[in-house]
């Protein structure tokens, strides 16, 4: 492991849980590790430095080599459990996902839980001080400034994904897969313009700007030597 690189550990758990029982508590342990399947499927099998592990029924975490691909391993997440469980918006299923970034001093073969490092400890406290009113997404690093603006765009990108139906949660997927509207309307086996609204209503457009600008701001902090500790 290299102890100059920075990486991004995501630790979350998932929102609504405490009300599956039985069968649907199995089914929520299938539909995560579809969901860390579906990231690999996305973003590439190099993605992961750890693979996503999952603790206590309802929590996982996992470790990307690449920060600028974390906003996205989270929104696929995300997408995939809102879209498996049929409910009304107000009480979607959904993943309270705190992104750690920086660098990591121990990362051992067999546990990625018992890693350290900045990262480590920029991910897990994020994700305990989420709580109401209720946030789902947040970035940390170890620049204030960077932390501030991400804040406000986050609770934003929040607010969309909130409203995402089942619907748009499947568009949403199957475009990160890179599919055009065409060959989405025959996976569906509905009209392009259907699949249009979809995607409009989805916000995905301003979503890949939102992903783009984290890419900047991360390449630049680099550029400049800032992704150190304060």
């Known amino acids: 492991m ?16 405490s009300r599956l029982e039985g069968e ?8 995560l590790k579809h969901s860390f399947s579906l990231v690999d499927e996305i973003l590439g099998d190099q993605t ?17 080599n690449e920060p600028s691909q974390a906003l996205r391993a989270a929104i696929i997440i995300r ?6 469980f049929v409910t009304t918006l107000k009480n979607a299923f959904d993943a309270r996902i705190a992104i750690g970034i920086g660098k990591i001093s121990l990362l051992p073969d067999k ?16 994700l305990d001080e989420m709580g109401k009113p209720p946030r789902f ?10 932390n501030s603006e991400l804040q406000v765009e986050l609770a934003l990108l929040d607010a969309i994904i909130m409203k ?14 890179g599919k055009n509207q065409e060959q989405m309307a025959r996976f569906f086996n509905i009209s392009q313009p259907a699949i249009r609204k979809r995607l409009f209503n989805s916000n995905l457009e301003q979503i890949v700007m939102l992903e783009n ?3 900047f701001l991360l390449t630049k902090a680099k550029k400049d030597n800032e992704i150190i500790s304060p």
């Open 2 to 17: 290299n102890k100059e690189k920075i990486y991004a550990v995501l630790t979350g758990d998932v929102s609504g849980s």
């Open 24 to 31: 649907q508590r199995q089914k929520l342990l299938t539909v």
């Open 48 to 64: 992961m430095a750890f693979p996503f592990e999952i603790f206590r029924g309802d929590s996982f975490q996992g470790v990307l």
């Open 79 to 84: 997408a995939n459990i809102r879209k498996s």
């Open 111 to 126: 546990r990625g839980g018992e890693g350290d490092g900045e990262a480590y400890r920029n991910s897990g406290p994020a």
């Open 137 to 146: 997404l947040m970035i940390r690093t170890p620049r204030t400034e960077m």
């Open 164 to 177: 995402w139906s089942v619907q748009q949660a499947e568009v949403a997927l199957e475009y990160f897969k």
């Open 213 to 215: 600008r984290l890419t």
